[in-house]
């Protein structure tokens, strides 16, 4: 049927983009019961570090509920952002999946002016719209440092909310608005840090490869020395 065919494209398109090693996976795609296809390419771009962001669905549930599931997300990977539909006055959308127990973080997703099909533009309303944030801010993230692994771009997404907003408790792990500007500031940081740190480790390896050759050279000095000793004692 439509939707068996829809997900057979869907798991075409996610093992291509696998496949070629792309950064980020915008998947704005997903159901109520798990696909064992869609798992294992997912599980693969986990393995090679692919930064996964995922629709946390349209059905209205509570996330935080045991019993209620949406996939990819609940999937529970590391390289999954699971992304909920926020409104114009800060809201969380009536339509939108939430808990922060599968929600990473929520994003603009409603009345978002897009492309529509065959010709000139609409508005669409839902977590795919939301979804394309956080897969930009992701990019432009990466295209600050692209030796950034996803674990620390995911990180710093999260922890990138400007102020919190109490229709976010609970909803989601990150309790505020997206803030780009401040993403930077913290991949900066982040940035700044690593190169310490690499900075420091490079000193400590030229401090112990000086210290090993002057331990060989005087190792090689007390050989002589003691050579010397032995041959003038005969």
Not at 40 to 61: S, T, Y
Not at 150 to 156: A, G, T
Not at 162 to 191: F, H, R, V
Not at 207 to 219: A, G, Q
Request: net charge neutral.
């Amino acid at each position: 049927n439509g939707a068996n065919k829809a997900m057979e494209w869907s798991v075409k398109a996610l093992g291509l983009a696998v496949k070629n090693n792309v950064q980020i996976i915008n998947y704005s795609g997903g159901g109520t019961s798990p696909i064992e296809e869609e798992r294992q390419i997912l599980l693969e771009a986990e393995r090679k570090g692919i930064l996964v962001v995922v629709a946390a669905g349209n059905e209205r549930d509570n996330l935080n509920l045991p019993h209620k599931t949406y996939y990819p997300c609940s999937y529970k990977l590391s390289n999954i952002i699971c992304v909920g539909n926020l409104t114009e006055d800060d809201k969380v959308a009536v339509t939108s999946n939430k808990g922060k127990k599968q929600v990473d973080v929520f994003a603009p997703g409603s009345q978002i002016l897009s492309t529509g099909l065959g010709q000139g533009y609409t508005y669409l309303t839902g977590t795919s719209q939301a979804t394309a944030f956080i897969s930009g801010l992701a990019a432009l993230i990466y295209s600050h440092d692209k030796t950034l692994n996803y674990m620390e771009v995911k990180d710093i997404i999260l922890r990138s909310t400007s102020t919190p907003l109490k229709s976010l408790k609970e909803q989601s792990l990150a309790d505020g608005k997206i803030d780009a500007y401040l993403a930077l500031q913290k991949t900066e940081e982040l940035i700044m840090i690593k190169n310490k740190v690499n900075e420091m480790q490079k000193n400590e390896f030229y401090v112990f490869e000086t210290l090993n050759k002057t331990s060989v050279k005087y190792s090689r000095g007390v050989s002589a020395i003691n050579s010397s000793s032995s041959e003038n004692g005969h």
